[in-house]
């Protein structure tokens, strides 16, 4: 963490846990005139007038009529208030996504950089499925590995410079389950349609879920973390990132707690280490 600058900005970064259900949106990226995930996200943190800093960034991309158990939307902005209510005035504006979790973390992070895995289900209706699942399992296993997975993809995914790709296939209650730390466009899909149907087709969006993603440990080295066992005259609340607390106070509050050329700070400091004084909203 650059110190110097968490001091001057006063933005916070926000990880926004999302459930969505595919079929009531047009696609997930934002477009004119149609429904789509990241417009109603946006849309309503609008109205609840969350000042933005930066655009929206998301954990994983889904493909339009795709659905997500768990997907990760990421922003920096100047808000600095209560999430939990912020999470209830969402979920009471949405319709077809809900907020399950906000957790606050530093701002303008790269959160593509930080997935570490993905876990996509694949639900085809049994009554469809033709072949055993002996041959369904063999399928799985031949599948999973480290390799080139470009023939699995469609035009625009065979144009990327990246094909070798990890995915781990596996079977279970009915639903066909891939793990990996990235996936090429229609990849699950088309790999769904082999392992399947025998043939490397587009099987359905409306069978896919997004179940979860999964991040790598670095995040918690950016989450602010609540401290309620220390309590300062004149600090609202106290705040820690890593090894640096944030003391949050009113503004008419501030020059008293740095003190006269810094004393009061200083003293702090020998006591608790790296501190940030931030402005209370």
């Not at 600095?80 to 701002?107: R, Y």
């Not at 694949?122 to 590995?145: R, W």
């Not at 466009?185 to 790999?191: E, G, L, N, T, Y």
């Amino acid at each position: 963490m650059d110190i110097r600058k968490m001091e001057k900005t006063k933005k916070y970064g926000y990880l926004f846990w999302i459930s969505y259900n595919g079929k009531k949106f047009h696609s997930f990226d934002e477009n004119n005139g149609e429904k789509t995930v990241k417009l109603q996200f946006k849309n309503i943190i609008n109205k609840l007038d969350i000042t933005w800093a930066k655009g929206i960034q998301q954990a994983a991309r889904t493909d339009a009529k795709v659905s997500a158990n768990q997907n990760i939307l990421y922003i920096s902005t100047y808000f600095n208030g209560d999430l939990d209510k912020l999470k209830s005035n969402f979920n009471k504006n949405s319709k077809g996504m809900k907020i399950t979790k906000i957790e606050k973390v530093l701002p303008n992070l790269v959160i593509p950089d930080l997935v570490k895995e993905r876990e996509y289900f694949y639900e085809y209706p049994n009554e469809k499925i033709e072949i055993s699942q002996v041959e369904i399992k063999d399928k799985c296993l031949e599948l999973s590995g480290t390799y080139d997975v470009s023939e699995f993809t469609d035009y625009k995914g065979k144009q990327l410079k990246k094909k070798i790709r990890r995915v781990n296939v596996s079977y279970a209650n009915e639903k066909l389950i891939f793990r990996g730390d990235s996936f090429m466009p229609k990849q699950v899909r088309i790999m769904s349609g082999y392992i399947l149907g025998g043939e490397k087709k587009i099987y359905p969006a409306k069978y896919l879920t997004l179940n979860k993603v999964i991040l790598k440990e670095e995040i918690e080295n950016y989450k602010f973390k609540k401290i309620e066992n220390i309590k300062i005259d004149l600090v609202e609340k106290i705040e820690k990132v890593e090894d640096v607390y944030f003391f949050f106070v009113k503004k008419e509050n501030k020059s008293e707690i740095i003190g006269k050329n810094g004393k009061n700070i200083k003293k702090l400091r020998r006591d608790y280490g790296k501190i940030i004084v931030k402005d209370v909203q």
